[in-house]
């Protein structure tokens, strides 16, 4: 039974084992009390382009907020529709709304750091939360809840924004993709190990967000500017999790398979400026889920049935257990029981876009 590839096996396994228990059990089974802060000033921070009909949804939604002190910041940035002639028309029967216009210059090529760090600068509170505007909160204690994470000192609160259901395969890779990223930078920060955040359910202070030059930061790159701060900035001490449903922003499904990818293949290029730890981290629990199942296969090509019964015993009544129940605390449905096939997929799947993104230069988001 001990050949060399059954030690291989469990090898890997002891890695999966410790990320399992030391990390994604937490997200899985540590139920922490929410209490909405409804008394804890907040900026909610929008930054759009060319997005006026959500906007006109999104808005009157995020107004009508059970939370008693809080203003909300639309940054038009630089749209060639009307939403800034429609921020212009509501902010008169919205004392809360605080419209900024961003004018289109043709000598500067700027993303979204620029706008970010307008609307930031224009919040007039210290607590800030981010969101888009294809995104819609669950209730009416989206602010509240997540405000709730700046207690006892935190700079940094990290939420959880699924997508939207709808039918096609696109949409079943998107939100899986999606449950599995927020499973694992929510299972590290509960573990003391905050590496990002998704600017669609984000917070931090202002305070945090210029001392630490954030609007400067990253802004040569495209995608994930929000990911690198909150990792360059981000520490055990103060930085809070908040996986309560009423914190849950939902987003708009991508359209197409083709969008999907090329999104993805942006967020590739973000991970290679993560400290080295988490790139140590994020880069060795794909590496051991490889190694486990090829392992695996060839321990029952070569008939070692004891060390493959082993080893698929410790996944089916110990890992996976875990990972359906870290998917359920997130809403992710029916997904989490299709987790170990959605798992061999983007095992073949994940590499093969990141090698294109080395072949193939992924073009900036504009």
Same mark, same amino acid.
């Given at each position: 039974?001990?050949?060399?590839?059954?030690?291989?096996?469990?090898?890997?396994?002891?890695?999966?084992?410790?990320?399992?228990?030391?990390?994604?059990?937490?997200?899985?089974?540590?139920?922490?009390?929410?209490?909405?802060?409804?008394?804890?000033?907040?900026?909610?921070?929008?930054?759009?382009?060319?997005?006026?009909?959500?906007?006109?949804?999104?808005?009157?939604?995020?107004?009508?907020?059970?939370?008693?002190?809080?203003?909300?910041?639309?940054?038009?940035?630089?749209?060639?529709?009307?939403?800034?002639?429609?921020?212009?028309?509501?902010?008169?029967?919205?004392?809360?709304?605080?419209?900024?216009?961003?004018?289109?210059?043709?000598?500067?090529?700027?993303?979204?750091?620029?706008?970010?760090?307008?609307?930031?600068?224009?919040?007039?509170?210290?607590?800030?939360?981010?969101?888009?505007?294809?995104?819609?909160?669950?209730?009416?204690?989206?602010?509240?809840?997540?405000?709730?994470?700046?207690?006892?000192?935190?700079?940094?609160?990290?939420?959880?924004?699924?997508?939207?259901?709808?039918?096609? @395969?696109?949409?079943?890779? !998107?939100?899986?993709?999606?449950?599995?990223? #927020?499973?694992?930078? *929510?299972?590290?920060?509960? /573990? $003391?190990?905050?590496?990002?955040?998704?600017?669609?359910?984000?917070?931090?202070?202002?305070?945090?967000?210029?001392?630490?030059?954030?609007?400067?930061?990253?802004?040569?790159?495209?995608?994930?500017?929000?990911?690198?701060?909150?990792?360059?900035?981000?520490?055990?001490?103060?930085?809070?999790?908040?996986?309560?449903?009423?914190?849950?922003?939902?987003?708009?499904?991508?359209?197409?398979?083709?969008?999907?990818?090329?999104?993805?293949?942006?967020?590739?290029?973000?991970?290679?400026?993560?400290?080295?730890?988490?790139?140590?981290?994020?880069?060795?629990?794909?590496?051991?889920?490889?190694?486990?199942?090829?392992?695996?296969?060839?321990?029952?090509?070569?008939?070692?049935?004891?060390?493959?019964? @082993?080893?698929?015993?410790? !996944?089916?009544?110990?890992?996976?257990?875990? #990972?359906?129940?870290? *998917?359920?605390?997130?809403? /992710? $449905?029916?997904?989490?029981?299709?987790?170990?096939?959605?798992?061999?997929?983007?095992?073949?799947?994940?590499?093969?876009?990141?090698?294109?993104?080395?072949?193939?230069?992924?073009?900036?988001?504009?």
């Amino acid at each position: 039974m001990w050949s060399v590839d059954f030690i291989v096996m469990l090898s890997a396994l002891v890695v999966l084992l410790f990320f399992h228990g030391a990390m994604f059990a937490r997200l899985a089974f540590k139920q922490v009390a929410v209490e909405p802060e409804v008394n804890i000033p907040v900026s909610v921070v929008i930054c759009a382009r060319n997005e006026s009909e959500r906007l006109a949804y999104l808005i009157p939604v995020l107004l009508a907020q059970d939370h008693k002190e809080f203003e909300l910041v639309v940054v038009n940035d630089r749209s060639d529709d009307d939403t800034w002639e429609m921020l212009q028309n509501m902010q008169p029967l919205h004392p809360r709304l605080r419209p900024v216009n961003i004018q289109a210059d043709e000598k500067f090529n700027y993303g979204k750091k620029i706008a970010l760090g307008v609307g930031v600068r224009t919040a007039k509170y210290d607590n800030v939360l981010l969101t888009d505007a294809d995104c819609e909160p669950h209730g009416k204690d989206w602010i509240s809840t997540m405000a709730s994470g700046f207690s006892n000192g935190r700079k940094i609160v990290v939420g959880h924004s699924p997508y939207a259901f709808q039918p096609g @395969i696109t949409n079943v890779l !998107e939100r899986y993709d999606s449950t599995v990223k #927020t499973m694992q930078y *929510m299972s590290f920060a509960m /573990a $003391g190990f905050p590496y990002m955040g998704v600017g669609r359910n984000l917070g931090y202070t202002s305070d945090l967000f210029f001392s630490a030059k954030g609007q400067r930061r990253h802004g040569e790159l495209m995608s994930g500017d929000d990911d690198l701060f909150i990792n360059e900035v981000a520490r055990a001490n103060n930085t809070s999790v908040v996986a309560d449903p009423r914190s849950f922003m939902t987003t708009s499904p991508t359209p197409d398979l083709g969008t999907w990818v090329r999104r993805k293949r942006r967020h590739y290029t973000t991970a290679a400026h993560y400290r080295f730890v988490h790139q140590f981290l994020l880069t060795l629990l794909p590496f051991a889920r490889v190694t486990f199942w090829a392992a695996l296969i060839v321990l029952a090509i070569r008939g070692n049935w004891v060390g493959f019964a @082993i080893g698929l015993g410790v !996944e089916l009544f110990i890992l996976l257990p875990i #990972t359906i129940a870290a *998917m359920k605390r997130l809403h /992710a $449905g029916l997904l989490a029981w299709f987790a170990l096939p959605l798992e061999w997929l983007f095992l073949l799947l994940d590499p093969l876009l990141y090698t294109s993104t080395i072949l193939v230069k992924p073009k900036r988001w504009k």
